[in-house]
């Protein structure tokens, strides 16, 4: 069943798009997608929301022939498929945009577009038979890139357009699109929408997968809403609002926002001056240009930016793990700079704790025990003898369970394997670790991320707790949702520069989209 | 319904599936040459145990096995996969043999014998730690690296010992022999000077130190701070310079543990048995190394008990040398290749089969099994 | 002048014989490895299949039947590696290891089983091995200064499988770089998940490459044992497979650079040959130990980044898991 898709306009009288009933699938004892009956009408752009684990990306997987589900049926335009291979999927008319984009870095876009879709066994004659077609589809739908550029030269908001003219040169009839704004900027964003407009125009059906509210209500026809491997509403887009998703997302109200509340900052205890960073071709391409900022005993500070824009070095500067090329930071009077750089333990002694953004790297090593991570960088507390050489199973064991206990990290085993709990309760077990040094310095990178509501609202509430203590707390996040509603001051980053400082009353969405796009 | 196999079963019983999977391809091929495989097994089991002073020789062997074996457990706990246990054993040895050769004209044996230990887990130590910093500072991969090394060692004993190091007057590449005295105490004088009887064997000291450094590297690995570092190198070095360490420190500290380990095999052939050094005396049992950690599961009992199996094996295979006309110790080199494949190559083929066997036994599983956890990136 | 100019000839004349089974290894472990499969397995494969071939030669007189022998047997063992490596995601390195001993073993105890003369096989006659094919007016032209002494020397007089060696270059550069098989297979050793996801099984890639590398280490153990030599010896590959994957390394994971370095390191070993037991003045025997050691070292030296830096495909060494 390929379609052309400019021949398929969209009409709500034929057949849906996509049709699928009764879909199951179980990973192991997990049944990560329940009964789901879902149909998308042609030519939609149709959005489907849920949170981390709600089952979506089981379910696009299934559709796209990645996964075989256990029970169920699909019927694309109408007739019934029963395919259990990608290649089945594509043959039908899917395409597909990971989240984490499925290019070789290093081919060239052609090469990319053209693999797997050769048309014959000589290379060279497939590769000029694609390279006119794909000027031809470039035209026809907007997405100019260059065929001979090197894929990993390319920025992020061009290696998606490659994959959407991948999909295309497929002869997609039905494109998913998988969380494909989370590298994006607002402006960025947006862009992708008018190409997803027109693609809708000539009568491609797109499906969305996004958790972003904001975006699944800006763009969208039709919403479907997951929750536990269930699909718990249908609707049309402009008869609902934000709110009322949330609350089926979640399964009650949500009132995230509320947390925050005015309190009284203390002196600076964090200066930084001049700090940069060089990049690998050293100071040609500065990672960070020079930065100032001070941080208050007592306040939140949000840096809000594009992923990739040097809040990411910035603070493992911050933290120690990379020495500054120059500039200083200054934490309680104490300078480090070029010169005189500090560890990670250093500075770990002057009162800065440090919540990493990517958990399972840095965070939290998934194979130890819940017991042997909370002694990751705090050793010292489970060591006994000279030197502190020797470690004590039964010291580890005590102060797991008092972590545990504090933080309402589930289930409280401290023998249970750290990659067994949930993103939440990991997340709990880290933040738990930072805090049980009583830093007077937090450095707080994505708390969030990969993390269900229930435990965001613990760990915001959390944070806003330890900054009415006193607490000067610096916070990384990608999510201008968890920035805002947090910060007192924020920090807007774009390549590596300072794009402004705004105050919690100034500062509109509008505006800092703006500053994280580069524009002042 | 299949069930998550529970830990017992995963240490205890899986490498037994997995070595009577290698023994069982062993006795296929043996049958097809035409001998009896089941005779084939008792006449190694008789001379690896039975015959007078056999224990003491798979003892012997099984010194040789602890030491290499625990070199690579050292090393894999630091997912390093160092194949150079065969390399860092021979220049170990070359460390006995110039402090051996240099110093027994001055000093008196014991003296010597107290030098040369550590030497050889030194030299051990530095041409282990070699390849240790060409990965953690210049990016280059252990495994290729290692292998490399090996062959480069073995080189440089061939030039050594046909060269500046052959003994006057002798045709084969090997040194003088040591000093009178220069060498370990072997066991069955100990125990026959004490009054016990026992027969012939090549035992010697260096047993006591391979137990000694059994225990020591379970201690190292599991309760000290710098073995929970070495785990944590292993499975995560962003988390390890997250927690203010260098893993290419501990990368470097890692490879000159597993090396020095390596380089003790020596004690016991060359201070134990030659009192001299000779090419080959390594004879292959660095790699013979890999088969063990891999069948202890890299675990200081296991590796006890899997170089115990081997030097049973290498006794037991020279027995058949004498017994068989048709089959011969090589035989043990192939049965040695298939403990590998199958309980390291192929270790999780009889996962799934035996998953489904203990979900039939045991009934469907809802309590004790831990939830999946869900990917955190996506939903 | 003219003896130099021969001891020359004859050297080079060394190196592409040498350099043989190395050119022939290295182009399979560029297949298996740029699919992302590690092959160390090399060097036992080819002793396998060179006691294959040695043994069957033997037993029916015939080379070619030798050849299949040698080719059947190192693809089997190269089914063996993709099934541990592939489809039972087993560590890549462990299961080359594996083979490699499992070959030591293997071969002695099946030679004397089969043979009983302490794992050799019987000495091949002449037409039971591929002979040297002398090309058509060597002798004459050998009597032409210069381009006539390097045709009857150096191009003349080789046997098929060495003729072979040079065209698996060419076809493994042609496949890799200009058919669907190649790209897909490049990209595989890239970016499995972009393979995958484009519809297009990455274990049969894999298992595809795993067998042409078995296919090729075939017709090398065959050339140790019945073409450059005239019978199998226990241990006759002496690390001949860990110097193929030394070249490959040095060659980039490309097969022209590869051949480069397959036929300096064959320089190297035929150069140490010539040099054996000739005194340089005052300072005795040239070290030829140190000379074959150079391959090694270059391999350490190179992959450290002293001399460029050598980048292996980017999935190398890890099994293809679908996510969950």
């Not at chain 2, 020789?57 to 150079?84: M, P, R, S």
């Amino acid at each position: 069943m390929t379609q052309n898709p400019s021949s398929a306009k969209s009409n709500t009288k034929l057949p849906f798009a996509i049709s699928m009933s009764g879909i199951n699938k179980h990973f192991g004892l997990v049944h990560a997608n329940r009964n789901i009956d879902l149909d998308i009408y042609r030519g939609d752009i149709h959005g489907i929301v849920g949170e981390n684990g709600a089952g979506k990306s089981t379910l696009v997987s299934i559709l796209y022939g990645f996964y075989t589900a256990d029970s169920g049926t699909i019927s694309l335009n109408g007739t019934s498929h029963h395919y259990n291979s990608t290649a089945d999927a594509i043959a039908a008319g899917i395409g597909m945009v990971h989240q984490h984009f499925m290019l070789v870095p290093n081919f060239s876009v052609l090469e990319n577009i053209v693999l797997g879709h050769e048309g014959g066994v000589n290379l060279t004659t497939s590769m000029t038979k694609a390279r006119q077609m794909l000027e031809d589809l470039s035209q026809r739908f907007g997405l100019n890139v260059d065929l001979d550029a090197k894929v990993a030269d390319l920025p992020v908001s061009l290696q998606q357009r490659v994959e959407i003219l991948k999909a295309l040169f497929r002869n997609a009839s039905i494109l998913i699109l998988d969380e494909p704004t989370g590298v994006l900027t607002p402006q960025e964003t947006d862009q992708l929408f008018v190409i997803l407009r027109i693609l809708k125009d000539q009568g491609v059906t797109i499906l969305l997968i996004t958790h972003k509210l904001r975006e699944i209500m800006a763009v969208t026809d039709r919403i479907s809403v997951m929750r536990d491997g269930a699909i718990v509403a249908h609707l049309n887009t402009a008869e609902t609002c934000a709110e009322d998703i949330a609350h089926l997302m979640v399964g009650r109200p949500v009132l995230v926002e509320k947390q925050w509340h005015q309190c009284d900052r203390g002196e600076a205890v964090v200066k930084v001056s001049d700090l940069s960073l060089n990049g690998s071709d050293n100071e040609a391409n500065p990672i960070l240009s020079p930065l100032d900022f001070e941080v208050h005993a007592g306040e939140i500070f949000g840096i809000a930016g594009v992923a990739g824009n040097g809040q990411s070095e910035l603070l493992e500067l911050l933290a120690g793990i990379i020495p500054p090329s120059g500039g200083s930071i200054d934490y309680h009077g104490q300078r480090i700079d070029a010169k005189t750089p500090a560890s990670p333990l250093d500075i770990k002694s002057l009162g800065v704790a440090h919540v990493p953004e990517d958990r399972h790297a840095s965070g939290i090593i998934l194979p130890f025990s819940a017991a042997e991570n909370t002694i990751l960088g705090y050793e010292d507390a489970a060591t006994s003898g000279r030197w502190n050489m020797f470690t004590s199973p039964a010291l580890i064991h005590e102060r797991c369970s008092g972590l545990m206990q504090d933080f309402d990290v589930r289930p409280p085993n401290p023998h249970l394997k750290s990659s067994l709990f949930s993103g939440g309760n990991q997340q709990k077990l880290v933040l738990a670790r930072e805090m049980s040094a009583r830093p007077s310095i937090l450095l707080v990178g994505q708390p969030t991320r990969g993390v269900d509501i229930g435990a965001i609202e613990f760990i915001h509430h959390q944070l806003i707790a330890m900054r009415d203590a006193g607490c000067a707390i610096i916070l990384v996040s990608v999510e201008l949702d968890e920035i805002m509603s947090l910060s007192d001051r924020i920090m807007v980053m774009n390549n590596g520069k300072k794009m402004g400082i705004l105050n919690r009353d100034e500062a509109e969405v509008k505006h800092i989209g703006l500053l994280m796009a580069g524009v002042k | 319904m299949r069930r998550p196999l529970p830990k017992w079963i995963d240490i205890g019983v899986m490498p037994i599936i997995n070595i009577f999977a290698a023994f069982v391809v062993a006795g296929i091929i043996i049958a097809l040459i035409g001998e009896n495989p089941i005779t084939a097994l008792s006449v190694m089991v008789k001379g690896a145990f039975v015959y007078k002073g056999a224990l003491g020789y798979t003892l012997f062997y099984a010194t040789n096995f602890i030491f290499t074996g625990l070199a690579v457990a050292v090393a894999f706990h630091a997912t390093l996969f160092n194949i150079g246990g065969e390399g860092q054993a021979m220049i170990g040895g070359l460390g006995i043999g110039i402090v051996a050769l240099s110093l027994d004209p001055l000093l008196p044996p014991l003296l010597v014998i107290l030098l040369a230990i550590p030497m050889a887990a030194v030299f051990g130590a530095i041409w282990g730690m070699i390849p240790g910093w060409l990965q953690a500072k210049r990016g280059s991969h252990i495994v290729i690296t290692t292998i490399m090394f090996n062959f480069i060692a073995s080189s440089i004993m061939v030039w050594l010992l046909a060269g500046m190091l052959m003994a006057p007057g002798q045709m084969s590449p090997e040194t003088r022999h040591f000093a009178e005295g220069v060498g370990l105490l072997q066991i069955h004088q100990i125990a026959n000077a004490i009054g016990i009887p026992m027969a012939r064997s090549p035992l010697n000291l260096s047993f006591l130190v391979a137990l000694a450094a059994l225990v020591g590297v379970w201690v190292l690995i599991w309760r000290t701070r710098l073995g929970y570092i070495i785990r944590a190198t292993g499975h995560s070095e962003k988390a390890v310079i997250y927690a203010g360490h260098d893993p290419a420190k501990i990368i470097m500290i890692t490879m000159a543990i597993s090396g020095g380990l390596a380089g003790l095999m020596a004690l016991n052939e060359i201070l134990g048995v030659q009192e001299r050094v000779i090419l080959n005396f390594t004879s292959g049992y660095g790699f013979t190394g890999i088969a063990v950690a891999l069948m202890g599961r890299n675990h200081p009992f296991g590796i006890l008990l899997a170089s115990l199996l081997f030097g049973a094996l290498y006794q037991g295979g020279a027995e058949i040398d004498f017994e068989f006309q048709t089959i011969t110790r090589e035989m043990v080199l192939m049965i040695q290749g298939l403990i590998i494949l199958f309980s390291g190559a192929l270790a999780l083929m009889f996962h799934p089969l035996m998953e489904r066997l203990y979900g039939m036994i045991a009934g469907p599983d809802s309590i004790t099994s831990p939830p999946k956890t869900k990917r955190a990136e996506h939903g | 002048m003219a003896d130099i100019w021969l001891q020359f000839l004859l050297t080079i004349d060394a190196t592409l014989r040498v350099s043989t089974p190395l050119i022939l290894c290295a182009m399979a472990g560029i297949f298996s490895e740029r699919s992302g499969i590690i092959d160390i397995s090399l060097e036992g494969k080819m002793l396998l299949s060179a006691f294959a071939a040695a043994s069957v030669a033997a037993l029916s007189g015939s080379p070619w039947l030798g050849l299949g022998a040698a080719i059947l047997v190192s693809m089997i063992f190269s089914l063996l590696h993709g099934f541990a490596c592939i489809t039972h995601r087993g560590n890549q390195v462990i299961s080359g290891l594996a083979i490699n001993i499992l070959a030591s073993g293997l071969t002695v105890t099946l030679g004397i089983a089969l043979f009983a003369q302490g794992g050799q096989t019987p000495y091949l006659s002449s037409a039971q091995r591929f002979s040297a094919i002398p090309l058509p007016f060597a002798d004459t032209m050998r009597q032409v200064p210069i381009i006539g002494t390097i045709y009857a020397e150096i191009i003349s007089g080789h046997n098929l499988l060495v003729w072979l060696a040079l065209l698996s270059v060419f076809v493994t550069s042609i496949v890799l770089y200009r058919t669907r098989f190649g790209l897909r297979l490049r990209a595989t050793g890239e970016k499995p998940e972009a393979v995958d996801t484009a519809g297009i099984s990455v274990t049969r890639i894999r298992y595809q490459a795993v067998l042409i590398a078995g296919l090729l280490c075939g017709i090398a153990g065959a050339y140790l044992s019945i073409a450059h030599g005239a019978g199998f010896v226990r241990e006759m590959t002496a690390g001949k497979g860990y110097i193929a994957l030394a070249a490959m390394i040095f060659g980039h994971w490309r097969p022209v650079p590869a051949l480069m370095a397959c036929l300096m390191f064959g320089f190297l070993e035929a150069l140490a040959a010539r040099l054996q037991g000739v005194d340089i003045l005052f300072l005795g025997p040239i070290p030829t130990d140190l000379i074959l050691v150079l391959p090694y070292v270059l391999t350490v030296v190179l992959l450290a980044g002293f001399i460029g830096r050598a980048t292996p495909p980017k999935a190398i060494g890890q099994p293809y898991v679908k996510e969950r």
